[in-house]
């Protein structure tokens, strides 16, 4: 799923009845609640900047070093290219995995209970946000050629395809 934080917009768009994403919150609190040292842990290293590298500086640093000029990372699941100049740059590959991510977002109106007096039920029009979502395949590589073969050096081929439902 990209972005993590449409899961419960995804897990919505296909049980509109909300039982996948009770069962998604129930998780959460379930693991959070008997993981709170290790999630603490982690959110300290996020927040001072020691969870992720930044890749991007490593391979400036790397090629500031003399150990090349081009530098490749993978599996950041978003492909990449950045030149330094002089020659010099970065390519990532990001990942070749299918991911879901969202292609829309809608409104639809419904009629909803609100309470009860004497017996009489009162309803009110509220308003629900829907989303429509995607398959896609990441088709990321870095190709190199020889020289008289082709555009010489590596280069980052980034591919995004749409997959057919069903």
Excluded: C
């Excluded at 290790?38 to 927040?47: D, G, K, M």
């Excluded at 391979?59 to 081009?70: C, D, H, M, P, S």
């Excluded at 879901?100 to 509220?126: A, L, M, N, W």
């Amino acid at each position: 799923m990209r972005p993590q934080t449409d899961i419960a917009n995804w897990l919505d768009s296909i049980d509109e009845e909300g039982r996948l994403k009770q069962i998604y919150y129930d998780s959460i609190t379930s693991f959070i609640a008997t993981n709170v040292g290790e999630l603490a842990n982690l959110v300290l290293e996020i927040l001072s900047g020691r969870y992720k590298p930044n890749l991007l500086r490593a391979a400036k640093g790397l090629i500031r070093e003399g150990l090349g000029k081009v530098i490749i990372f993978g599996h950041t699941h978003d492909a990449l290219q950045k030149n330094f100049g002089g020659g010099a740059r970065y390519l990532n590959s990001g990942t070749w995995r299918k991911f879901i991510e969202r292609e829309s977002k809608y409104t639809k109106r419904k009629t909803v209970p609100t309470y009860s007096e004497g017996g009489t039920q009162f309803y009110e029009d509220q308003v629900f946000y829907y989303y429509k979502f995607k398959s896609t395949v990441n088709l990321s590589y870095v190709l190199f050629h020889e020289k008289g073969e082709g555009k010489a050096g590596p280069r980052l081929i980034h591919q995004k395809m749409k997959l057919p439902k069903g």
